[in-house]
């Protein structure tokens, strides 16, 4: 693949405003939308248990068992990665009383169930956020939330749980992002902070409802999937900044805005859009800080970027298509073609 870029980027001239604050209207009315948000706080259940002994963090652990069923579980084996055991042994219990009392993970346990002690805020924005989604689908399955630690930012477990890790937006200052090993990027630890949890979860529940289904397909199907989200994202959260949808700074957003041709022009000159090389996909629609033959000023992840304004275009071209039109199509060269994309 050539990797030279094309001297154009270095000669942009900002001359319009950046999109990335001048957001379309998407708002709906869903005052009459009716969503009974049910959530659990297995964080503090969990965190609880360091502050017992072995012998007495047994009877709570096996509460939290009958409680949660499966997803404790799922919880033990693959997020603690320790043995599930039966019922009635007490060397589960001794296992991760062991493990929730080592100085280090208490401390960050400790820390979020105090910051997080209270997340009436969250909610409301998550029953926002979820009656949008019955707004557009009314078919959608209202999940329980779930609030957790140590694990991914938030995840579906099947569809009646939404779990949400809240050790993972604790902010860009918090000690513990900046001492584990190997260190986690820049790029990714200004992420970390209370702004991304709904847009995260929303997120994780666009992909659950809309699953990307990979079967040897193309780099355009990628970008046209990865814009497709992103533009659902705005109708579900639609107060909600681009930059928080989308991942990127408001600095990328406006370095992306300006430079859209030349980043499309990129993409042509180098015959990506029907890659099929998976390693091609990587640098494209993964997070990195930034994209390789690009300038340095380039974000990672254009491609998510690209496919979302190819969408955007396709939807101002073709206003017969309504969202769920948009989210059931899965031809992604037929909204390339019919977008008519040429920044």
């Given at each position: 693949m050539?990797?030279?870029?094309i001297?154009?980027?270095?000669l942009?001239?900002f001359?319009?405003?950046c999109s990335?604050?001048?957001?379309?209207?998407?708002e709906?009315?869903?005052?009459?939308?009716?969503?009974?948000l049910k959530?659990e706080?297995?964080?503090?259940q969990?965190?609880s248990l360091?502050?017992?002994?072995?012998?007495?963090a047994h009877?709570?652990?096996m509460s939290?068992?009958?409680?949660?069923g499966?997803?404790?579980r799922?919880?033990?084996?693959?997020?603690?990665?320790?043995n599930?055991?039966?019922d009635?042994?007490?060397?589960m219990?001794?296992?991760?009383?062991?493990?929730l009392?080592?100085?280090?993970?208490?401390?960050?346990?400790?820390?979020?169930?105090?910051v997080?002690?209270n997340?009436?805020?969250?909610?409301?924005?998550?029953?926002?956020?979820?009656?949008?989604?019955v707004?557009?689908f009314p078919?959608?399955?209202?999940?329980t939330?779930v609030?957790?630690?140590?694990?991914?930012?938030?995840?579906?477990y099947?569809d009646?749980?939404l779990?949400?890790?809240?050790?993972?937006?604790?902010?860009?200052?918090?000690w513990?992002y900046?001492?584990?090993?190997?260190p986690?990027?820049?790029?990714?630890?200004?992420?970390?902070?209370k702004?991304?949890?709904?847009?995260n979860?929303?997120?994780?529940?666009s992909?659950?409802?809309?699953?990307?289904?990979?079967d040897?397909?193309?780099?355009i199907?990628?970008?046209?999937?990865?814009?497709?989200i992103?533009?659902?994202l705005?109708h579900?959260l639609?107060?909600t900044?681009?930059?928080?949808?989308?991942?990127?700074?408001?600095?990328?957003?406006?370095w992306?805005?300006?430079?859209?041709?030349?980043?499309?022009?990129?993409?042509?000159?180098?015959?990506?859009?029907?890659?099929?090389?998976?390693?091609?996909?990587k640098?494209?629609i993964?997070?990195?800080?930034?994209?390789?033959?690009?300038?340095?000023?380039a974000?990672g992840?254009?491609?998510?970027?690209?496919?979302w304004?190819?969408?955007?275009?396709?939807?101002?071209?073709?206003?017969?298509y309504?969202?769920?039109?948009l989210?059931?199509?899965e031809?992604?060269?037929?909204?390339?073609?019919l977008?008519?994309?040429?920044?």
């Open positions: 050539n990797k030279i870029f001297p154009l980027f270095t942009a001239i001359i319009s405003a990335c604050n001048s957001k379309k209207n998407y709906v009315d869903v005052s009459n939308i009716k969503v009974d959530t706080r297995f964080d503090k969990f965190d360091a502050h017992l002994t072995n012998a007495d009877t709570p652990m939290m068992h009958n409680k949660y499966d997803f404790f799922f919880y033990v084996q693959e997020i603690l990665v320790m599930f055991m039966s009635t042994s007490h060397a219990a001794d296992s991760m009383v062991v493990f009392k080592n100085p280090y993970y208490l401390r960050v346990f400790d820390t979020t169930v105090l997080y002690n997340v009436d805020d969250i909610n409301a924005q998550l029953t926002n956020g979820f009656k949008h989604f707004y557009y078919q959608a399955h209202i999940p939330v609030y957790y630690l140590n694990g991914p930012r938030a995840f579906t099947g009646s749980l779990a949400i890790g809240l050790d993972n937006f604790m902010g860009e200052n918090f513990f900046h001492a584990v090993q190997p986690i990027p820049q790029f990714l630890i200004r992420r970390l902070r702004e991304y949890i709904v847009p979860a929303m997120e994780v529940m992909t659950n409802l809309f699953p990307y289904i990979d040897g397909k193309k780099l199907d990628e970008l046209i999937y990865k814009g497709k992103i533009y659902l705005q579900i639609p107060q900044p681009d930059s928080l949808l989308t991942g990127f700074s408001q600095t990328d957003l406006k992306l805005d300006n430079n859209e041709s030349e980043v499309w022009k990129f993409y042509l000159k180098n015959n990506l859009l029907y890659e099929s090389d998976p390693m091609v996909f640098i494209f993964n997070d990195a800080p930034n994209t390789s033959g690009m300038p340095p000023e974000p992840n254009t491609g998510s970027w690209v496919g304004r190819i969408v955007q275009k396709f939807m101002s071209e073709n206003p017969n309504t969202l769920q039109g989210m059931h199509e031809d992604a060269q037929k909204i390339l073609t977008s008519k994309y040429k920044p």
